[in-house]
Nanobody
Framework: VQLQASGGGLVQAGGSLRLSCGLS????????MGWFRQTPGREREFVAA????????YYSDSAKGRFTISRDNTKSTLYLQMNSLKPEDTAVYYC???????????????????WGQGTQVTVSS
């Protein structure tokens, strides 16, 4: 499975961005897909996840109400719509794929088997 993230950039506080993650290879092995973010010196932080087949979504408290995770099965693409962005959302955002994760583990980076290369999101105040 290969993942390719894109869509990051520089945006002012209050603005919006949509991240995309193209999925290729053995896509049938992707049970859950997720977005994480990371800032220098910190561990990767869970943002959101989605069950690929059923579309059930899961969010961190910081993302709930502002971010929306979605997927397009026909295009094998994962999205993260980010609205009302804040300077503290600044990070490198990664998409990830999990073949065998269970619900209680979705917020853990260790549950994911494949990772994209990351895309930088910078929110200016």
């Amino acid at each position: 499975v290969q993942l390719q993230a894109s869509g990051g950039g520089l945006v002012q506080a209050g603005g919006s961005l949509r991240l995309s993650c193209g999925l290729s290879g053995r896509t049938s092995s992707s049970h859950f897909m997720g977005w994480f973010r990371q800032t220098p010196g910190r561990e990767r932080e869970f943002v959101a996840a989605i069950r690929w087949s059923g579309g059930n979504t899961y969010y961190s408290d910081s993302a709930k109400g502002r971010f929306t995770i979605s997927r397009d099965n026909t295009k094998s693409t994962l999205y993260l719509q980010m609205n009302s962005l804040k300077p503290e959302d600044t990070a490198v955002y990664y998409c990830a794929s999990a073949a065998h994760a269970i619900l209680s583990s979705l917020s853990s980076a260790d549950a994911y088997d494949y990772w994209g290369q990351g895309t930088q999101v910078t929110v200016s105040s």
